[in-house]
Nanobody
Framework: QVQLVESGGGLVQAGGSLRLSCAAS????????AGWFRQAPGKEREFVAA??????YYAASVKGRFTLSRDNARNTVYLKMNSLKPEDTAVYYC??????????????????WGQGTQVTVSS
């Protein structure tokens, strides 16, 4: 079992930055794929970014603005979000799964989820 706890959400003006953290406990997190998803009100959950080994993946809507990184010593994954836009407003979820070659962007392929953290970008 892996427990995930997100933090770092908040209210920011358009153009600003936030860094989300996802702290894992229970297992050696470096052996797991990890991803970030988000869900805005009235919309389906969508893929944001993920990491498998040393390879990162990004949704087209955030590429160049968001950066995912992981600190295996701290069992933590981060999502640095720059140049935020109002359309980035959502609840952001951290997810994890055992190493797999399955699609990184499909939320159905992840076994463990955090509780979510709200990100609100004002215009």
């Amino acid at each position: 079992q892996v427990q995930l706890v997100e933090s770092g959400g908040g209210l920011v003006q358009a153009g600003g930055s936030l860094r989300l953290s996802c702290a894992a406990s229970g297992r050696t997190f470096s052996n797991y794929d990890a991803g970030w998803f988000r869900q805005a009100p009235g919309k389906e959950r969508e893929f944001v970014a993920a990491v498998r080994g040393d390879t990162t993946y990004y949704a087209a809507s955030v590429k160049g603005r968001f950066t995912l990184s992981r600190d295996n010593a701290r069992n933590t994954v981060y999502l640095k979000m720059n140049s935020l836009k109002p359309e980035d407003t959502a609840v952001y979820y951290c997810a994890a799964r055992s190493f797999s070659w399955r699609s990184m962007s499909n939320s159905d392929h992840y076994n463990y989820w955090g509780q979510g953290t709200q990100v609100t970008v004002s215009s």
